[in-house]
């Protein structure tokens, strides 16, 4: 059963007092609001807070698990560094296209390059080494995706991986549905983990951030 972890009136009101997103940001919102999964997008409370982790951190190298219709990415590339670059990977072709378009209109047309496939395969050809990591696609390989990038995230680098409340389910006391059960596993796993600290943020659906030590 999925339940309202914050109020329908506080998340208006948070969107009241947070800085406007730009006008490529709210066409995408427009648009991805008359699809299926609208859901799925970051939104503009939790998009400017990626934004400005982005703009503290000045990430040189960034990688999304998960692209999506490209909201995030535009969010986190406004904080890269001058010269720095942001991997987005997709599954889905259909989103990725989308993405692309999207891309292709934004000041960070060069910095953004944009994998089509498997993250579990794509992950381990990318010979970098990620200042920040975000963490947004299929929630039963969450434990897979955060175990392939941490040993390639510089020390004092950052992941953050998003839905980790999982629309609530995760506060339930007998937790049912893969999804869920794979948040709360990872949830887990990031808290027996003793090479990074981290802090749960109740920002829309969870945000967690992880820093390695």
Same mark, same amino acid.
Request: with cysteine; charged share 25%; glycine share 8%.
């Given at each position: 059963?999925?339940?309202?972890?914050?109020?329908?009136?506080?998340?208006?009101?948070?969107?009241?007092?947070?800085?406007?997103?730009?006008?490529?940001?709210?066409?995408?919102?427009?648009?991805?609001?008359q699809r299926?999964?609208?859901?799925?997008?970051?939104?503009?409370?939790?998009?400017?807070?990626?934004?400005?982790?982005?703009?503290?951190?000045?990430?040189?190298?960034?990688?999304?698990?998960?692209?999506?219709?490209?909201?995030?990415?535009?969010?986190?590339?406004?904080?890269?560094?001058?010269?720095?670059?942001l991997h987005?990977?997709?599954?889905?072709?259909?989103?990725?296209?989308?993405?692309?378009?999207?891309?292709?209109?934004?000041?960070?047309?060069?910095?953004?390059?944009?994998?089509?496939?498997?993250?579990?395969?794509?992950?381990? =050809? /990318?010979?970098?080494?990620?200042?920040?990591? &975000? +963490?947004? #696609? @299929?929630? !039963?390989? $969450?434990?897979?995706?955060?175990?392939? =990038? /941490?040993?390639?995230?510089?020390?004092?680098? &950052? +992941?953050? #991986? @998003?839905? !980790?409340? $999982?629309?609530?389910?995760?506060?339930?006391?007998?937790?049912?549905?893969?999804?869920?059960?794979? +948040?709360?596993?990872?949830?887990?796993?990031?808290?027996?983990?003793?090479?990074?600290?981290?802090?749960?943020?109740?920002?829309?659906?969870?945000?967690?951030?992880?820093?390695?030590?």
């Amino acid at each position: 059963m999925e339940i309202e972890i914050i109020g329908s009136k506080a998340e208006e009101y948070a969107a009241k007092f947070t800085t406007p997103t730009d006008e490529l940001l709210r066409e995408i919102e427009n648009f991805t609001m008359q699809r299926p999964h609208a859901n799925m997008l970051s939104g503009p409370v939790q998009g400017k807070l990626l934004e400005m982790i982005g703009a503290m951190t000045k990430p040189g190298r960034v990688l999304e698990v998960g692209t999506f219709m490209g909201y995030s990415a535009l969010c986190l590339a406004k904080g890269l560094a001058p010269k720095g670059e942001l991997h987005t990977l997709e599954l889905r072709k259909e989103d990725a296209d989308i993405s692309a378009n999207y891309f292709s209109k934004s000041l960070y047309r060069n910095q953004i390059i944009l994998h089509v496939g498997n993250a579990l395969d794509i992950i381990p =050809t /990318l010979n970098e080494t990620w200042d920040l990591v &975000f +963490i947004d #696609a @299929d929630k !039963v390989n $969450y434990i897979n995706y955060y175990e392939l =990038t /941490l040993p390639r995230l510089k020390k004092g680098g &950052f +992941i953050l #991986a @998003d839905n !980790v409340l $999982y629309h609530g389910e995760v506060l339930e006391e007998n937790i049912k549905g893969k999804n869920a059960k794979a +948040i709360h596993g990872f949830n887990e796993h990031i808290k027996k983990d003793d090479r990074v600290q981290q802090v749960m943020m109740t920002v829309r659906d969870g945000l967690m951030l992880i820093q390695k030590k």
